[in-house]
């Protein structure tokens, strides 16, 4: 048997070393097991045996490359790639309609190797595509790398660019999330994007991912009617004022539910980054001092402790004097009022005798309980906490008692002022839809204290400081609040805020439906800048518009008839609940 001597296998990479070496034992192995055969027959099985070898690998490259082309995200050629799409959920308000939802779009890439006429490229891809940046896409077509040139391409847009047939040109698909009515809502959706970023898109991110799994829609608690009207009138007003802020809410103060929550100015999360602090929710996340809506709080308690009732009187004939400052009250009556005088000619001398008598821990307890001392327990991250006072003296007190010396988000007095009107109960604000009326967290003030508040809320839009927010028919009630603002260390008569909080309808029993409407009106031009001037109109209009969308019917009024009869005493509670 003839002797084989091994040939040379030149040198090759580490992952071939071992098919090389097959193919020499192969070839060879006829040789060493039947050397004496004929060597027409060994020939022959050596070409067939390399001939299955070969098919084998070209099978193993033809499988190879399939796998690499369709599912590890290499594009071809004019081609683009899949890539992973982060599944959301769309958003809907509560009855349904879309505000937030996932829509495939495209990142353009250039490789600039693989173009074969880079000025060609540019006028054509320039003009099928006028908003690709032209600099931007010159630097990518002689560039010496792969680049992305533009992202967010609209299905239409990439057909437009692929018909073009240009070597060079990619498309990867990209998860692009979109909101339909631009700025509407935008402070109540927030924005996402890979994950919420704020807003509900934030708060209800791990909800809003599993659904978008499921196919499922997340709703939220907002009615779009209400939200546009109360945007409508909201941002109208705040421009004609020439205001630096404005903030709207609307809730079901049964339920918790916020219908609507506007926040000026507004800013569209398509565009997001562009309005500098326009993304702020100034519901949530704006401090400021109220003024005299705190004096509904004050009344409340005091008549909740049994410190007053509405006959109850208090001395405003002259400035009150603690320690040495001065209190005294905007529209001065010089006189001895009652409580529901107090209340309808917003005297802060009296509510500042009435905090006095209370005391601190008294005071500091009924604010506890109505949320004026935490940030609101609402879904949205954004809900911060408030400025709270540290001590508690006389002089504190008098402060508190017309909103001065704490400063909390609209989102805090919202709900703590629903509390006082849906028979006690703090509800906390939701942007979740609700079943039926929530049982509270804690009682604040009993059920006769809240109707008490009811018939004094109506009251003062009859005939008190919130005249300018009444609705034909709809038995609003609501407190008027004015607070200048500190500048430079100073309290600034020209630099205020105008605040507003109403109740509809003031009537019916406690556990009926009731519908909060909370407006301010942030350094708004012009003068009287007052709450029942800059904020009271806002809300009535806010009413008027979204009565129906909430089926509250118009009707007739026990407090004031089509004859302009001469309104009843707000002391008479017993009213409010029959």
Do not use: C
């Not at 602090?277 to 400021?288: Q, W």
């Not at 109220?290 to 109850?312: E, I, R, Y």
């Not at 405003?316 to 001065?326: C, E, M």
């Not at 917003?346 to 005071?363: Q, V």
Request: charged residues 20%; hydrophobic residues 45%; neutral net charge.
């Amino acid at each position: 048997m003839s002797s084989v001597e091994p040939r040379h296998i030149p040198s090759a990479a580490p992952s071939w070393r071992w098919l090389t070496g097959l193919i020499w034992w192969i070839e060879h192995a006829f040789e060493r097991a039947k050397a004496d055969q004929r060597p027409e027959e060994d020939t022959r099985v050596r070409i067939a045996l390399m001939l299955i070898v070969f098919s084998v690998l070209f099978i193993g490259l033809i499988a190879g490359a399939g796998h690499a082309a369709l599912l590890s995200g290499d594009p071809g050629a004019g081609g683009w790639r899949a890539g992973p799409v982060l599944a959301r959920g769309d958003l809907t308000d509560r009855n349904g309609n879309l505000l937030a939802a996932n829509i495939r779009h495209y990142g353009l890439y250039v490789e600039p190797a693989e173009v074969w006429d880079r000025e060609a490229a540019l006028e054509a891809m320039s003009a099928a595509l006028p908003r690709l940046s032209r600099d931007r896409l010159r630097a990518a077509l002689y560039g010496d790398r792969r680049v992305v040139v533009m992202n967010g391409l609209t299905p239409p847009e990439r057909a437009t660019l692929h018909s073009l047939a240009l070597g060079g040109v990619y498309f990867e698909a990209e998860n692009a999330r979109v909101y339909p009515l631009g700025g509407s809502a935008s402070h109540v959706i927030g924005f996402a994007g890979e994950r919420g970023v704020t807003g509900a898109e934030l708060a209800f991110d791990r909800e809003i991912r599993r659904a978008g799994a499921t196919g499922e829609a997340v709703p939220l608690s907002i009615d779009l009617r209400v939200q546009a009207a109360l945007e409508n009138e909201l941002y109208t007003a705040a421009a004609e004022m020439g205001a630096r802020g404005a903030v709207g809410v609307v809730t079901n103060i049964q339920t918790g539910e916020v219908l609507a929550m506007a926040s000026y100015p507004n800013f569209d999360p398509n565009r997001r980054g562009e309005t500098g602090d326009a993304e702020l929710n100034r519901v949530t996340s704006a401090h400021y001092e109220m003024g005299s809506v705190f004096k509904a709080f004050t009344v409340a308690a005091g008549l909740d402790t049994g410190q007053a009732d509405m006959t109850t009187t208090f001395d405003a004939s002259d400035p009150l004097r603690i320690g040495n400052r001065t209190i005294r009250d905007f529209h001065a009556q010089n006189r001895v009022m009652t409580l529901e005088e107090v209340f309808l000619h917003s005297s802060n001398i009296g509510t500042s005798r009435l905090a006095i008598e209370m005391g601190g821990d008294t005071m500091r307890r009924y604010f506890q309980d109505m949320g004026l001392l935490d940030a609101a327990p609402m879904e949205l991250h954004e809900s911060a906490a408030p400025r709270r006072p540290v001590n508690w003296s006389d002089t504190t007190l008098a402060s508190l008692s017309f909103g001065y010396g704490i400063m909390v988000t609209p989102a805090q007095a919202a709900a703590a002022m629903g509390s006082l009107l849906n028979g006690g109960r703090y509800v906390p604000l939701t942007l979740r839809p609700a079943d039926g009326p929530h049982p509270g967290l804690r009682r604040v003030i009993s059920e006769d204290t809240s109707r008490e508040m009811l018939a004094l809320m109506r009251a003062n839009v009859v005939r008190g400081s919130g005249s300018r927010a009444d609705a034909p028919g709809l038995r609003v009630g609501g407190k008027t609040g004015s607070a200048n603002k500190v500048v430079g260390g100073r309290y600034d008569p020209a630099v205020a805020i105008g605040t507003f909080a109403a109740v509809f309808p003031t009537d019916g029993p406690l556990d009926a439906p009731r519908y909060m409407v909370f407006i301010l009106m942030d350094e708004p031009q012009g003068y009287p800048r007052t709450g029942g001037f800059v904020a009271a109109p806002v809300a009535g209009r806010v009413i008027d518009r979204i009565a129906g969308f909430v089926n509250v019917s118009r009707g007739a009024d026990r407090w004031r008839t089509a004859t302009g009869a001469p309104v009843p005493q707000a002391g008479a509670a017993a009213e409010a609940g029959q």
